[in-house]
């Protein structure tokens, strides 16, 4: 801006000598000929250009500065944030419904809904998209957006997951990865699966008894590996889980749980089928 402001003096100071020629050309209309121009009106003459100059870049300044923050502040962006074992819900400007699951962010702008329908994920949600077949929805998460226009669908991307999970009740979606120029367009009841250490989709049939089951309120676990296990819990239970022993991380458990039940009871049956053992301590479960 500053820069700009400059030019506009130097485009005034390099037209200096076309001004006093009309200026020399106004006062011999207006003044006897052998009437010259005194000191005192030059100087005021050459300091009147220099004000006026000086004056727009100042107005060209305050109003570039007056826009920036009315811009500013068309972009401001809300965020609604879940702790551990928290959830929320949200229901945006243009009738769209979503769902937020704990240890969760989701972000969106000030002017959602009137240039474009995006939000950010981080975590996991529950989507009922609003129809608006001239403007998509798009969820943005960590390495793909999922673009929809009137679908109802769960975006499983936490950040600390090696996988994005899209589960699909109806209408349609397509994801579609920021790192590769792979789509994958998925139909009601199926579920894109995208590994984010291979840039790789993958897509199943819809698993009722494991996939999106925190909207009916229970933690469901098909063959998983026990330290994705406690990545659930720590979220769903304001507790952290620390390993001493590395190796049964890689323990296999199957089960399914309501959302309230008591985590010492979860922990004893997981304990009765791997063999682990356990050891609170304050808000750390010691897995040894």
Same mark, same amino acid.
């Given at each position: 801006?500053?820069?700009?402001?400059?030019?506009?003096?130097?485009?005034?100071?390099?037209?200096?000598?076309?001004?006093?020629?009309?200026?020399?050309?106004?006062?011999?209309?207006?003044?006897?000929?052998?009437?010259?121009?005194?000191?005192?009106?030059?100087?005021?003459?050459?300091?009147?250009k220099?004000?006026?100059?000086?004056?727009l870049g100042?107005?060209?300044?305050?109003?570039?500065?007056?826009?920036?923050?009315?811009?500013?502040?068309?972009?401001?962006?809300?965020?609604?944030?879940?702790?551990?074992?928290e959830?929320?819900?949200?229901?945006?400007?243009?009738?769209?419904?979503?769902r937020?699951?704990?240890?969760?962010?989701l972000?969106?702008?000030?002017?959602?809904?009137?240039?474009?329908?995006?939000?950010? %994920?981080e975590?996991?949600?529950? #989507? /009922?998209?609003?129809?608006?077949? !001239?403007?998509?929805? &798009?969820?943005?998460? *960590?390495?793909?957006?999922?673009?929809?226009?009137?679908?109802?669908?769960?975006?499983?991307?936490?950040?600390?997951?090696?996988?994005?999970?899209?589960?699909?009740f109806?209408?349609?979606?397509?994801?579609?990865p920021?790192?590769?120029?792979?789509?994958?367009?998925?139909?009601?009841?199926?579920?894109?699966?995208?590994?984010?250490?291979?840039n790789?989709?993958?897509?199943?049939?819809?698993?009722?008894?494991?996939?999106?089951?925190? %909207?009916?309120?229970?933690?469901? #676990? /098909?063959?998983?590996?026990?330290? !994705?296990?406690?990545? &659930?819990?720590?979220? *769903?239970?304001?507790?952290?889980?620390?390993?001493?022993?590395?190796?049964?991380?890689?323990?296999?458990?199957?089960?399914?749980?309501?959302?309230?039940?008591?985590?010492?009871?979860?922990?004893?049956?997981?304990?009765?089928?791997?063999g682990?053992?356990?050891?609170?301590?304050?808000?750390?479960?010691?897995?040894?």
């Amino acid at each position: 801006m500053k820069k700009y402001v400059i030019k506009i003096i130097e485009d005034c100071l390099e037209k200096e000598m076309q001004v006093d020629q009309e200026w020399n050309r106004l006062l011999s209309n207006i003044q006897p000929p052998k009437v010259k121009k005194s000191k005192l009106n030059i100087i005021l003459f050459q300091f009147s250009k220099y004000a006026a100059a000086i004056f727009l870049g100042v107005l060209i300044t305050a109003t570039f500065f007056n826009w920036a923050k009315e811009s500013k502040n068309n972009d401001a962006v809300y965020e609604v944030i879940t702790a551990k074992g928290e959830r929320s819900h949200v229901k945006l400007t243009d009738g769209t419904s979503v769902r937020i699951n704990s240890c969760s962010i989701l972000k969106f702008a000030k002017s959602y809904a009137l240039s474009n329908r995006n939000v950010y %994920l981080e975590g996991e949600a529950y #989507f /009922e998209v609003a129809k608006n077949k !001239d403007m998509p929805f &798009i969820v943005k998460v *960590n390495g793909a957006d999922v673009k929809a226009i009137g679908t109802a669908f769960n975006v499983s991307a936490y950040k600390d997951d090696n996988e994005l999970r899209i589960t699909l009740f109806n209408g349609k979606v397509k994801v579609q990865p920021t790192l590769t120029k792979q789509e994958v367009l998925l139909k009601p009841e199926q579920v894109a699966t995208y590994n984010k250490m291979n840039n790789n989709i993958e897509v199943k049939d819809y698993n009722s008894r494991i996939d999106a089951q925190w %909207l009916n309120n229970y933690l469901s #676990f /098909e063959r998983m590996y026990l330290q !994705d296990i406690t990545k &659930i819990l720590e979220r *769903n239970y304001n507790v952290c889980f620390h390993y001493e022993n590395q190796k049964v991380k890689k323990l296999r458990f199957n089960g399914s749980f309501k959302t309230d039940a008591d985590l010492s009871e979860i922990l004893q049956i997981i304990q009765t089928n791997t063999g682990i053992k356990y050891e609170f301590k304050r808000d750390s479960i010691i897995i040894k």
